[in-house]
T-cell receptor
Framework: GAVVSQHPSRVICKSGTSVKIECRSLDFQATTMFWYRQFPKQSLMLMATSNEGSKATYEQGVEKDKFLINHASLTLSTLTVTSAHPEDSSFYIC?????????????FGPGTRLTVL | KQEVTQIPAALSVPEGENLVLNCSFTDSAIYNLQWFRQDPGKGLTSLLLIQSSQREQTSGRLNASLDKSSGRSTLYIAASQPGDSATYLCAPPQGAQKLVFGQGTRLTINP
């Protein structure tokens, strides 16, 4: 099956710093990637939809200036958490939509655990 | 707006039992539905994608059914094993691309 990677898997940073998370589709090209956030014992909440070569579409309540998304190529999308604060600590997961074979299955990365001190 | 409910929230059974996990959704105008498993602290693994034109989809010991008209999907796990312990999530789409997740069913299979 299709493989999606994320880097780093864990990151600890100080309050006020910025953190960049990478999401890569390893064996397929993804015109659309998605970024989710998951708090402990809760389900995934979509943050934004990232389309290659265009601006991301953010869900209601997600600050676009705080969570910067770049999708510069068909295999890479990045999420930058700017001026991170402890309340941004969460599990961030990306997914990539495979080509239409299979009906548009989304494949998920392994996630990045962000801890802001 | 799509809303998803999964029942039960948690399930603990002995090894070998056959299980049914339930998912209900409010917007039946969907073109497919995915089932995923999530292990603690990990990402999601896609288990099955069932198209709206299908009523069932099978992969090994897993069988997913979809009844669009009633807004329901079920995941059937046959002959459960301890390795099946995980949280199972169903995700119908909202619109063309977005997936909406339920809270999941946390499954524990006891040896």
């Amino acid at each position: 099956g299709a493989v999606v990677s994320q880097h780093p898997s864990r990151v600890i940073c100080k309050s006020g710093t910025s953190v960049k998370i990478e999401c890569r589709s390893l064996d397929f090209q993804a015109t659309t990637m998605f970024w989710y956030r998951q708090f402990p014992k809760q389900s995934l909440m979509l943050m934004a939809t990232s389309n290659e070569g265009s601006k991301a579409t953010y869900e209601q309540g997600v600050e676009k200036d705080k969570f910067l998304i770049n999708h510069a190529s068909l295999t890479l999308s990045t999420l930058t958490v700017t001026s991170a604060h402890p309340e941004d600590s969460s599990f961030y997961i990306c997914s990539a939509r495979a080509p239409t074979s299979g009906g548009g299955t989304q494949y998920f990365g392994p996630g990045t655990r962000l801890t802001v001190l | 707006k799509q809303e998803v409910t999964q029942i039960p929230a948690a399930l603990s059974v002995p090894e070998g039992e056959n299980l049914v996990l339930n998912c209900s959704f409010t917007d039946s105008a969907i073109y497919n539905l995915q089932w995923f498993r999530q292990d603690p602290g990990k990402g999601l693994t896609s288990l099955l994608l069932i198209q709206s034109s299908q009523r069932e989809q099978t992969s090994g010991r897993l069988n997913a059914s979809l009844d669009k008209s009633s807004g329901r999907s079920t995941l059937y796990i046959a002959a459960s094993q301890p390795g099946d312990s995980a949280t199972y999530l169903c995700a119908p789409p909202q619109g063309a691309q977005k997936l909406v997740f339920g809270q999941g069913t946390r499954l524990t299979i006891n040896p």
